[in-house]
């Protein structure tokens, strides 16, 4: 069974540097693990969905366009979790955050972490 | 353009058969997702490359395309579709993700 659980701050501040973790399980982002990524999505208070980023099994990463300069993502894989980090934050990047798995059989995200909530307010 | 434009708020009756689009050039090339979201919970797959639900969906979900629009049929709609409902397909480069702009179903 696939999980996977975002945490990270709930508030932050204005120009500072927001980082979120995926901590996952019931599959592996090793090199064995063909097509299979992780990706992060966003959702702003009663807004739409919005990809933000892609890791694939191997290290292969791809960025929002719009965003790319203050994105990175990472993963551990001795620890089983991706990390997010956004730079200089701004209040229109308060959202919920969610990761979620992509089987590349499928080409879609089928399995969702619950989601966190950050605020970026002074 | 990379842009997935969905209808706006649609209200079905209970039982009766409601049909959503997205529309974006990008779906020409490539297979339309969809996605349903109920207040405060995460987004759940419902159909997959175009037409193929995964486990665990029922059958009166069901995923179509044409051209430039995809489209999600829920036929016999429950009180318990009721939800928002995002497609998601690659943009024009073929490599990023692309959500819709999303639409709320009401069952009445």
């Known amino acids: 069974q696939i999980t996977l659980t975002e945490s990270g701050p709930t508030l932050v501040k204005p120009t500072q540097t927001l980082t979120l973790t995926c901590t996952f399980s019931?599959?592996?982002?090793?090199?064995?693990?063909?097509?299979?990524?992780v990706g992060w999505i966003r959702q702003p208070p009663g807004k739409a969905l919005e990809w933000l980023a892609l890791?694939?099994?191997?290290?292969?990463?791809l960025y929002r366009p719009s965003l790319k300069s203050r994105l990175t993502v990472t993963k551990d894989t001795s620890k089983n979790q991706v990390v997010l980090s956004m730079t200089n934050v701004d209040p229109v990047d308060t959202a919920t955050y969610y990761c979620?798995?992509?089987?590349?059989?499928?080409?879609?995200?089928?399995?969702w972490g619950q989601g966190t909530m950050v605020t970026v307010s002074s | 353009s990379s842009e997935l434009t969905q209808d706006p708020p649609v209200s079905v009756a209970l039982g009766q058969t409601v049909r959503i689009t997205c529309q974006g050039d990008?779906?020409?090339?490539?297979?339309a997702s969809w996605y349903q979201q109920k207040p405060g919970q995460a987004p759940l797959l419902v159909i997959y490359?175009?037409?193929n639900r995964p486990s665990g969906i029922p059958d009166r979900f069901s995923g179509s395309s044409s051209g430039n629009t995809a489209s999600l049929t829920i036929t016999g709609a429950q009180a318990e579709d009721e939800a928002d409902y995002y497609c998601?397909?690659?943009?024009?480069?073929?490599?990023?993700?692309?959500f819709g702009t999303g639409t709320t179903v009401t069952v009445l």
């Open positions: 490359l175009k037409n």
């Open positions: 019931g599959f592996s982002l090793t090199l064995n693990s063909n097509g299979v990524a």
């Open positions: 890791i694939y099994w191997d290290d292969d990463k």
């Open positions: 979620a798995h992509r089987e590349a059989s499928l080409d879609a995200f089928d399995v």
């Open positions: 990008t779906l020409r090339s490539y297979y």
């Open positions: 998601s397909s690659r943009d024009s480069s073929g490599t990023h993700y692309v």
